[in-house]
């Protein structure tokens, strides 16, 4: 059963591959889709228009993935954030921020074989993606290591302040922007200080790549703009009027990202912190 199942997803994986890079070229040749028009007509949020915002309930479900804690926030799916099924968050996923088929197909298909779940019958709560070292990983650069907090739905709210300081960039309305060299600057730091600080700390190249992808997101999907993110990070809501910066017409690609996944990675350098850890690991033991 288990060489039937590897072979099976080898040729999953085969087979999305080569349709993202169908995709990919597909994208480079038709026109973008217009600005008001990136979300679909008939789904929320189409012409910016986004469901009530409602924060979570105590009984709620949530994780540390703050695009699904926000859909669920707005309705888009289910509010409780449990019993949701891993083929429509695909497709709300793709209607809200504009990834492409591959990449909604892909990232569910993950997530539903994390859990031994089946992918076309099964559902899942939210926090059981907080699975650790599955998706979630530590360094992240908005919540602490699950050593610290074990529930990472809790945001680490100084992490997300400093993260927003840190934008240097500016767009052609004068809006504060996060560059992609801010995010791997602070990654750097994040992961400098964990591994010093964290006794129980492990980051592996998959999950140094899955926290390049979660702050590539805040670029890709959100133009780096630290007021929307502001909302975005702090209350996992999407800001009135907002929609994706991402106009291709089949969504963002996996080969198009991995370009700004690993232009995120490529520039992290935990080396440049080695004070900051040495500080917090002195303010650590203080504390304890």
């Not at 105590?58 to 888009?76: E, K």
């Not at 089946?118 to 992240?140: A, K």
């Not at 767009?171 to 200080?193: E, P, Y």
């Amino acid at each position: 059963m288990g060489i039937f199942s590897g072979v099976s997803r080898l040729f999953f994986d085969v087979g999305i591959l080569s349709w993202d890079i169908l995709l990919t070229l597909s994208n480079l040749v038709r026109r973008n889709r217009r600005i008001g028009h990136v979300t679909p007509e008939g789904h929320p949020g189409y012409g910016g228009h986004w469901p009530e915002y409602s924060p979570p309930k105590g009984t709620d479900s949530r994780c540390s993935c703050p695009a699904l804690n926000a859909m669920a926030n707005h309705g888009i799916i289910s509010r409780s954030g449990r019993k949701i099924s891993f083929v429509e968050v695909g497709y709300h996923i793709r209607a809200t921020y504009n990834f492409s088929p591959t990449f909604c197909s892909f990232v569910p298909h993950f997530a539903a074989h994390m859990l031994k779940r089946s992918y076309s019958e099964d559902t899942f709560d939210l926090e059981e993606l907080d699975l650790h070292n599955g998706i979630e990983h530590d360094g992240s650069l908005v919540r602490l290591d699950s050593a610290f907090q074990p529930d990472q739905s809790i945001k680490h709210v100084p992490f997300i302040e400093e993260l927003l300081a840190a934008a240097t960039g500016e767009d052609k309305n004068g809006n504060a922007v996060i560059t992609t060299k801010d995010l791997s600057r602070m990654l750097g730091k994040r992961r400098a200080v964990a591994r010093a600080v964290n006794k129980e700390f492990s980051l592996s190249f998959i999950h140094k790549i899955f926290g390049s992808t979660n702050a590539a997101t805040l670029v890709t999907a959100f133009g780096g703009r630290v007021d929307h993110l502001h909302s975005f990070l702090h209350h996992e809501r999407l800001p009135e009027g907002w929609e994706s910066h991402i106009r291709q017409p089949h969504g963002l690609t996996l080969t198009t990202f991995n370009k700004t996944i690993l232009g995120v990675e490529i520039g992290v350098r935990e080396q440049d912190w080695a004070e900051a850890a040495r500080e917090a690991v002195e303010h650590h033991a203080t504390s304890t």
